[in-house]
C-alpha cells in the first residue's frame, strides 16, 4: 500500500473563490479510478508554514502511477496546481515490513 501526501500553501487568500476553485477541483481527484480514502484538510498548527494537506491511498505501485499519469490529475496539476500552489511538500509512504 501507498499513502501519498501532500501539504502545501496557496497563493489565495483564506476563505477567497480561488481557494474555494481550487480545493473544488482538487476534491474531484478522489474521483479517478482506485483512489482510497482521499481527504483534504486544513492543517493548524503554527510549527508548519503549509495551510493544507491531501491524502489518498493506492493498494499498488501500478494504481499509483495511474492515478498520477491520469488526465484528470493532470489536468489538474496544469490548471490549478501550478497556478495557485505558492509551496508544498510531497511525502509517498509505505508500510513497514515486519521485523
Known amino acids: 500500500m501507498i499513502e501519498h501526501t501532500v501539504t502545501f500553501r496557496l ?48 493498494d499498488t505501485q501500478e494504481q499509483y502511477d495511474f492515478y498520477s499519469n491520469h488526465p484528470a490529475h493532470q489536468a489538474f496539476i496544469q490548471e490549478h496546481w501550478l497556478t495557485s500552489v505558492d509551496d508544498f511538500q510531497e511525502a509517498d509512504f509505505e508500510p513497514l515490513e515486519s521485523a
Open 11 to 58: 497563493k489565495h487568500s483564506h476563505g477567497s473563490d480561488e481557494e474555494t476553485t481550487f480545493l473544488t477541483a482538487a476534491a474531484a481527484l478522489a474521483e479517478i479510478q482506485d483512489v482510497k480514502d482521499f481527504v483534504i484538510r486544513r492543517q493548524t498548527s503554527p510549527k508548519n508554514p503549509h495551510t493544507f494537506g491531501i491524502s489518498m491511498r493506492f
